[in-house]
T-cell receptor, first 112, second 116 residues
């Protein structure tokens, strides 16, 4: 079945460490997105990518970095510069600019 | 201009009742309004969506009502069931016909609980 796979499901990080969240899709979608979800704040866009080797900052890109070396993969790195990284991170993809997204199941990151 | 405001933050409805969630937007360039349903520990899934050229769209027990002049839209869940208990997000975007991407702006979410 086609879909988006995020791993790991749970991730613990010590303060001051960088951590990378994985996102892989086999839907043949061109565009991919990273959102952050916090209680009561909905989903906020971190980065998105329309094609390989191209990506744009979203509303809350500070302290995060991404890469898009393959169409299927869009990893997100949470750097030590991110002040409050504990959150639920969601990866999504879209076939085109007309319809909605397909989301992965998310990664819950906790800083300890 | 980019905000989508959603209310209420939480909602409790008796089984068989009607659940109503409201949203308002500011940017008149938005032309696609989806609703997403999210269960705990899962990613959101597209539930139903509407374009502004119609005032209502119904799919089974779920109906979107759209008021373009007021820049408001709402989700109605008829005959609400315990399995409908989830968090619901309204959203808005501007369709990009010649692009692979569209930035969707999400509301803050409504946690719906259906009492048996």
């Amino acid at each position: 079945d086609g879909g988006i796979t995020q791993s790991p499901k749970y991730l613990f990080r010590k303060e001051g460490q960088n951590v990378t969240l994985s996102c892989e899709q086999n839907l043949n979608h061109d565009a991919m997105y990273w959102y952050r979800q916090d209680p009561g704040q909905g989903l906020r866009l971190i980065y998105y990518s329309q094609i390989v080797n191209d990506f744009q900052k979203g509303d809350i890109a500070e302290g995060y970095s991404v890469s898009r070396e393959k169409k299927e993969s869009f990893p997100l790195t949470v750097t030590s510069a991110q002040k409050n990284p504990t959150a639920f991170y969601l990866c999504a993809s879209s076939k085109d600019g007309i319809y909605g997204y397909t989301f992965g199941s998310g990664t819950r990151l906790t800083v300890v | 201009q980019q905000q989508v405001k959603q209310s209420p933050q939480s909602l409790i409805v008796q089984k068989g009742g009607i659940s109503i969630i409201n949203c308002a937007y500011e940017n008149t360039a938005f032309d696609y309004f989806p609703w997403y349903q999210q269960f705990p520990g899962k990613g959101p899934a597209l539930l139903i969506a509407i374009r502004p050229d119609v005032s209502e769209k119904k799919e089974g027990r779920f109906t979107i009502s759209f008021n373009k002049s007021a820049k408001q839209f709402s989700l109605h869940i008829m005959d609400s069931q315990p399995g409908d208990s989830a968090t619901y997000f309204c959203a808005a975007s501007r369709i990009q016909e010649y692009s692979s991407a569209s930035k969707i702006i999400f509301g803050s979410g409504t946690r719906l609980s259906i009492r048996p």
